[in-house]
């Protein structure tokens, strides 16, 4: 199994930044998939960014060019660089792996963002 752990959210101005983190109880490199996902209130779970074991990543296209996904797998930690930031950010940010061997999804306890107008 993987335990994850978010970090970074917080409250900021629309236009903003922030960086969000995510520390994995084991190394990335064994990690198929990683991902954040967004759940805003009233609103069922959306991907927002996934990067593969290999680095290769896709976004939403609601944050794409806005957003960067990346791995650093020396501190087996993902982190999720949020740039320009719109009130329509506003949600908490979830941490997810997937083991392709396990068959299974992980998720951390999330990270609220609130980005103000």
């Known amino acids: 199994q993987v335990q994850l752990v978010e970090s970074g959210g917080g409250l900021v101005q629309a236009g903003g930044s922030l960086r969000l983190s995510c520390a994995a109880s084991?190394?990335?490199?064994?990690?198929?998939?990683m991902g954040w996902y967004r759940q805003a209130p009233g609103k069922q779970r959306e991907l927002v960014a996934r990067?593969?074991?290999?680095?290769?990543?896709n976004y939403a296209d609601s944050v794409e060019g806005r957003f960067t996904i990346s791995r650093d797998n020396a501190k087996n930690t993902v982190a999720l660089q949020m740039n320009s930031l719109k009130p329509e950010d506003t949600a908490v940010y979830y941490c997810?792996?997937?083991?392709?061997?396990?068959?299974?999804?992980?998720w951390g306890q999330g990270t609220e963002v609130t980005v103000s107008s």
């Open positions: 084991r190394s990335t490199v064994s990690i198929d998939s």
């Open positions: 990067i593969s074991s290999r680095g290769s990543t």
């Open positions: 997810n792996a997937f083991l392709l061997r396990v068959g299974s999804y992980y």
